[in-house]
């Protein structure tokens, strides 16, 4: 797709063109990690039931593992997701704007997550990992005497790979954008019908 917009453009554009794929590719990567976690928690949870619904025997790591598995799936198969379009969006008022105006929320929405809530997921993330890293502490409530920063690795690099995949959207967006008619046709503009 993209490598079709920029044909015939700058050596600086192929260099882009190249670092969208890499990003995406990584973002593709890390949706596979996400299903290795999904088959490992199917894998712990089905041992737990069947250790304590067949042999009253539960075990005591399942829980804790299962919840930590869940947080990598939701934190590092965050950024597969987006390259997907599988994110939560409401589409009541932008479905109905012209094609240009919705290349435009996009890229302005994608920019205020990325400079707000995705910036300070990874600076916060990050800081809690070193803080765990360097005071080896573990989670006083969990059954794991695992320390903490084994779990918390999860929220910078989750967080790195949205900052990667939204970058990646963004120039996407505005690759659309610009391939799109400076004045949109009458049928491209909102029919307001009402909200069904």
Same mark, same amino acid.
């Given at each position: 797709?993209?490598?079709?917009?920029?044909?015939?453009?700058?050596?600086?554009?192929?260099?882009?063109?190249?670092?969208?794929?890499?990003?995406?590719?990584?973002?593709?990567?890390?949706?596979?990690?996400?299903?290795?976690?999904?088959?490992?928690?199917?894998?712990?949870?089905?041992?737990?039931?069947?250790?304590?619904?067949?042999?009253?025997?539960?075990?005591?790591?399942?829980?804790?593992?299962?919840?930590?598995?869940?947080?990598?799936?939701?934190?590092?198969?965050?950024?597969?997701?987006?390259?997907?379009?599988?994110?939560?969006?409401?589409?009541?008022?932008?479905?109905?704007?012209?094609?240009?105006?919705?290349?435009?929320?996009?890229?302005? !929405?994608?920019?205020?997550?990325?400079?707000?809530?995705?910036?300070?997921?990874?600076?916060?993330?990050?800081?809690?990992?070193?803080?765990?890293?360097?005071?080896?502490?573990?989670?006083?409530?969990?059954?794991?005497?695992?320390?903490?920063? !084994?779990?918390?690795?999860?929220?910078?690099?989750?967080?790195?790979?949205?900052?990667?995949? !939204?970058?990646?959207?963004?120039?996407?967006?505005?690759?659309?954008?610009?391939?799109?008619?400076?004045?949109?046709?009458?049928?491209?503009?909102?029919?307001?019908?009402?909200?069904?």
């Amino acid at each position: 797709m993209l490598s079709n917009v920029l044909k015939g453009r700058g050596c600086l554009s192929r260099i882009l063109d190249s670092s969208i794929r890499a990003i995406d590719y990584l973002s593709i990567l890390a949706g596979g990690f996400a299903a290795i976690c999904i088959a490992i928690q199917i894998v712990i949870v089905f041992y737990e039931i069947v250790m304590r619904s067949l042999f009253g025997r539960p075990t005591l790591w399942s829980f804790n593992l299962s919840t930590y598995l869940l947080i990598a799936i939701g934190l590092i198969g965050s950024s597969y997701a987006m390259l997907h379009g599988s994110h939560v969006s409401v589409q009541i008022i932008a479905s109905r704007l012209p094609k240009r105006a919705q290349a435009i929320l996009n890229i302005v !929405t994608y920019a205020l997550s990325l400079t707000t809530f995705l910036s300070v997921l990874f600076w916060l993330g990050l800081k809690m990992f070193m803080q765990n890293l360097a005071s080896g502490s573990a989670d006083p409530f969990a059954t794991l005497t695992w320390p903490l920063w !084994t779990v918390y690795w999860i929220i910078p690099v989750g967080a790195f790979l949205l900052i990667l995949q !939204t970058i990646s959207t963004i120039y996407k967006a505005v690759i659309d954008l610009r391939s799109l008619k400076k004045t949109p046709e009458a049928a491209d503009f909102p029919r307001f019908k009402g909200i069904v």
